[in-house]
């Protein structure tokens, strides 16, 4: 029997911005239905190596498989089969909610009724603000509409670059609902975080990145029995998946 591909290959990947190596020789799997969290502190790489994924950027070395495909190769294929929703997402300033949806998905060749689109509305808790224009929402209600707008066109994966970044709890528990049920319809799940309980409540597998590497990938439970790097340290309680995070990418302030 053949192993099933993966949603997502990234092969000793890199990315530099001039000096900076934002993504080091970076390699990892992830499996098709799998909700895959990106941890790191700031300037860590994650939203570099989601675009690398998503075929916004391209690696200066290493390669990035996505749904079977090679990116290097199959860019337009794969866009079509996935949905980005970036950690600053640009709204068309004079179109309302349901015109920004409506749009997006005619850019992906779909048509969606006008209750396709209210629907997809009221999956992100908008469908109150179908008529409103961007500046009129929330900071978090933009963050929705942008999840709305990565869902237009069906994705296979769903990749969301801090998508509870700046949400209220009632918003974040809801949008871990959205997720929970994406992975219910057999959705592959990307997403970046500075939530240690999101990832810990919400994710099959956690990577933990700094300066370009990956530190650890494992499953939470994976991730928190994991032996102390320190065997001096005096353990007095079970390790939180945050103490793991602090240990491997330590404590000092990032700049960016
Ligand atoms: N367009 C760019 N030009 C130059 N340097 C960049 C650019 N984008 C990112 N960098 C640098 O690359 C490194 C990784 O940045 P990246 O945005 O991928 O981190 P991140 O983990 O997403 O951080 P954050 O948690 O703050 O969103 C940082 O050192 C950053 O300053
Ligand atoms: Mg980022």
């Known amino acids: ?25 970076l390699t990892l799997s992830v499996a098709r239905g799998e909700v895959f969290g990106l941890l790191g502190p700031n300037g860590a790489g994650k939203t570099t190596l989601l675009s690398l ?6 690696p200066d070395r290493g390669q990035v498989r996505v749904l079977g495909l090679d990116m290097a190769t199959r860019a337009r294929d794969i866009k079509r089969r996935i949905g980005v929703q970036l950690q600053r997402t640009s709204l068309l300033p004079d179109l309302t ?14 048509e969606l009724s006008r209750s396709g689109a209210r629907q997809l509305l009221a ?49 974040r528990h809801n949008l871990w609902d959205l997720i929970r049920a994406l992975r219910a319809e057999g ?8 939530y240690i309980e999101e990832a810990d409540a919400l994710c099959d597998r956690v990577a933990i990145l700094d300066h370009g590497r990956l530190l650890a990938v494992d ?36 700049e960016n």
Not at 187 to 194: A, D, E, F, P
């Open 1 to 25: 029997m053949t192993a099933p591909i993966p949603a997502i290959e990234v092969i000793e990947a890199s990315k530099s911005y001039g000096s900076v190596r934002a993504v080091n020789a």
């Open 53 to 58: 994924l998503q075929g916004l950027r391209r």
């Open 97 to 110: 909610a349901l015109q920004q949806v409506g749009l997006f998905a005619r850019l992906y060749g779909r």
């Open 123 to 171: 999956r992100v808790g908008l469908e109150e603000r179908a008529s409103s224009l961007p500046v009129t929402l929330s900071g978090g209600q933009q963050q929705r509409l942008a999840l709305a707008l990565a869902l237009v066109n069906d994705p296979e994966i769903v990749f969301l670059d801090e998508p509870t970044a700046g949400l209220d709890p009632q918003a």
């Open 187 to 194: 959705r592959t799940v990307s997403l970046s975080t500075h």
């Open 219 to 254: 499953t939470p439970g994976g991730l928190t029995r994991r032996p102390p790097a320190a065997p001096a340290a005096v353990i007095s309680k079970a390790p939180s998946l945050e103490d793991v995070f602090l240990q491997l990418t330590g404590r000092a302030w990032r």
